[in-house]
């Protein structure tokens, strides 16, 4: 069956250090993928999204994404996270009209 | 205003009352989708619309009930709900049904008592 997944619940890192999100999925064919942000109170903001081509994507507010084929993955990544980071992240994958959501990786920034 | 908006941004029911979301956007979609989202589970998609017809419905209970009206319109009857029907509600939109960027709005926090 179609899915996505992403293994870490919660995620806390220190202001300025880096970050990796991680985003598994497991389709028959290679979907479309995105990686979207929630902040509390509010509906979800797409980062980036990876169609085809150049397998690592840039996205808005300085983060980026590597596409693995070989391991079916879609990791986010920022160099050095800001406290403003502090949201919830979701991976999604389209194929076919069908859009899926995974279960979501919550950031917390220390300062 | 420009966007996707939702109202109200919280409700709060009892297990007998009616009460209706409104999702309305800005944008010029022709697609618009009702999500559920509970704790620590990914994003149900409940209903999609294209172009004012009902173009999918993911087994969602009949207590829950989608009107379009218009593209830019979209609403969730709600009657005789659960306890675990409590989630926040997101409506979404995009150009069309095959356009996979799709556009948020921040959601109505529905709690079921």
């Known amino acids: 069956a179609q899915s996505v997944t992403q293994p870490d619940i919660h995620i806390t890192v220190s202001e300025g250090a880096s970050l990796e999100l991680r985003c598994n999925y497991s389709?028959?064919?290679?979907?479309?993928l995105f990686w979207y942000v929630q902040s509390p109170g509010q509906g979800l903001q797409l980062l980036l999204k990876y169609f085809s081509g150049d397998t690592l994507v840039q996205g808005i507010k300085g983060f980026e994404a590597e596409f693995k084929r070989s391991q079916s993955s879609f990791n986010l990544r920022k160099p050095s996270v800001h406290w403003s980071d502090a949201a919830e992240y979701f991976c999604a994958a389209y194929n076919n009209n069908d859009m899926r959501f995974g279960a979501g990786t919550r950031l917390t920034v220390k300062p | 205003e420009t966007g996707v908006t939702q109202t109200p941004r919280h409700l709060v029911m009892g297990m007998t009352n009616k009460k209706s979301l409104k999702c309305e956007q800005h944008l010029g979609h022709n697609a618009m989708y009702w999500y559920k989202q509970s704790a620590k589970k990914p994003l149900e998609l409940m209903f999609v619309y294209s172009l004012e017809e009902r173009v999918e419905n993911n087994s969602v209970p009949s207590r829950f009930s989608p009107e379009c009206p218009n593209s830019s319109h979209l609403f969730l009857h709600l009657h005789t709900l659960q306890p675990e029907d409590s989630a926040l509600y997101l409506c979404a939109s995009s150009q069309d049904r095959g356009s996979y960027e799709q556009y948020f709005g921040p959601g109505t926090r529905l709690t079921v008592t």
């Open positions: 389709y028959g064919a290679t979907p479309y």
